[in-house]
């Protein structure tokens, strides 16, 4: 019995390290090396500043203020949150 569980076990593992060396056996198999063969064409400045110009067309975006001091209290935002909570308001666990 313990030779077959020996036997059984070296065989798990030569399947084993067979199957991590597929990826380059066979090229590449499931697409983890993509970028490797892809030259890029545009600087990653102009990329960026693509981005950023597009930012602000995207869903729910909200430029927010710097340094802008709050105009409620401490006390004034927990008793909101303790209304909102007591409401059902804030969604928790996995609805959420």
Same mark, same amino acid.
Request: a positive charge.
């Given at each position: 019995?313990?030779?077959? &569980?020996?036997? #059984?076990?070296?065989?798990?593992?030569? *399947? !084993?390290? *067979?199957?991590?060396?597929?990826?380059?056996?066979?090229? +590449? =198999?499931?697409?983890?090396? *993509? +970028?490797? #063969?892809?030259? #890029?064409?545009?600087a990653s400045a102009e990329v960026r500043a693509?981005?950023?110009? !597009? =930012? @602000?067309?995207?869903?729910? *975006?909200?430029?927010?203020?710097?340094?802008? @001091?709050?105009?409620?209290?401490?006390?004034?935002? &927990?008793?909101?949150?303790? $209304?909102?909570a007591r409401a059902g308001e804030i969604a $928790?666990?996995? &609805?959420?």
């Amino acid at each position: 019995m313990n030779a077959t &569980r020996l036997f #059984s076990v070296a065989a798990v593992a030569a *399947f !084993a390290s *067979f199957a991590a060396q597929a990826g380059s056996a066979y090229g +590449d =198999l499931y697409g983890a090396n *993509f +970028d490797a #063969s892809v030259q #890029s064409t545009r600087a990653s400045a102009e990329v960026r500043a693509e981005g950023a110009a !597009a =930012l @602000p067309a995207q869903k729910n *975006f909200v430029v927010l203020q710097a340094n802008q @001091p709050s105009q409620l209290s401490r006390l004034a935002v &927990r008793a909101e949150a303790v $209304t909102a909570a007591r409401a059902g308001e804030i969604a $928790t666990g996995n &609805r959420s």
